[in-house]
């Protein structure tokens, strides 16, 4: 469960989105996959944009839910890239729930999804270095 105490992080959501009557199982629940699929774009996304260029996944780490999202949710999906190797990334990704009349957000669920970045012809191809942070 989330600690009360946590916050979104600072940064702005790779994707925003309400949660809708059509992303529902036949219980009137949203999907655990389509909340995965927002953390997937946000996160390829991520990694499109720091490699240049196209990018699949290859492996979702970690991902426990702790919070259900319901109809009329706003989800908001960060994304940050953690590391970088050769041709892959790995990028932490958190997703967060606020209900339509409350400030408040609540962690729903983290992962850390890795990349790979492919050419033309669908191999692998290096990736630059993650950015060297200003002191």
Known sequence: MAH??????????AVR??????D???????FGGW???LMDSAAGSVAARH????????AVEGMTFLRPVV?????????TLKSVGRT????????????????????VTRATFTFVAIGE?????????LPAESE
């Open 121 to 129: 012809d669908r191999q692998p191809r290096s990736v630059p270095p």
């Open 17 to 22: 989105v309400i949660a809708m009557p059509a």
């Open 88 to 107: 892959s990334m790995k990028i932490d990704v958190e997703a967060w729930r606020r209900t339509r009349h409350d400030d408040r957000s609540y962690r």
């Open 35 to 37: 909340l995965m699929s």
């Open 51 to 58: 490699s240049h260029g196209r990018a699949v996944t290859i």
């Open 24 to 30: 529902t199982n036949p219980y009137g629940d949203i």
């Open 4 to 13: 009360p105490d946590e916050s979104p992080p600072d940064a702005s959501p």
């Open 71 to 79: 109809v009329g949710d706003e989800v908001s999906v960060f994304a």
